[in-house]
């Protein structure tokens, strides 16, 4: 009995002391990392009108056999906290941001974010960012 308490318990506190690096990696996103290009205000007014052309400079991608690295800029809340994440639906990926933590703002900042995907045939899918 003690022995099954101890398998629980240690079970348990792996389970929940996992970095959310470890946890997003297991949909095929390798590593993520952003930097800060710029705040909300006169200067991103085209990302709202015009999304794709705003976005254009600071999106690429590069393939290296199962392992694509994408560069987007994603609009995320100021306060927060923010991680990537993908989705991968039919033939498509969506590079995606997820906001953790509770703590958020009524302002929004712009990153550029580079995905690094490793996934089997990645070259077949559709990038949407």
């Known amino acids: 009995m003690f022995l099954m308490m101890v398998f629980i318990l240690v079970i348990a506190t792996t389970n929940c002391s996992t970095p959310i690096a470890?946890?997003?990696k297991t949909n095929g996103l390798n590593s993520c990392d952003s930097k800060f290009v710029?705040?909300?205000g006169e200067m991103a007014?085209?990302?709202y009108t015009n999304r794709a052309?705003?976005?254009?400079?600071?999106t690429s991608t590069f393939y290296s056999g199962d392992t694509l690295n994408a560069e987007t800029l994603q609009?995320?809340?100021?306060?927060?906290?923010?991680?990537?994440d993908i989705k991968?639906?039919?033939d498509t990926l969506y590079l995606l941001v997820k906001q953790i933590g509770n703590e958020t703002c009524a302002s929004v900042q712009f990153h550029q974010f580079h995905y690094?995907?490793?996934?089997e045939n990645i070259e077949q899918y559709?990038?949407?960012y």
């Open 116 to 119: 690094t995907i490793v996934k």
């Open 22 to 24: 470890e946890k997003v």
């Open 38 to 40: 710029m705040d909300d």
């Open 88 to 90: 991968f639906s039919n």
């Open 53 to 58: 052309k705003f976005i254009a400079e600071y």
């Open 45 to 47: 007014n085209e990302y």
């Open 75 to 84: 609009e995320i809340n100021s306060c927060g906290e923010s991680i990537c």
């Open 126 to 128: 559709v990038i949407v």
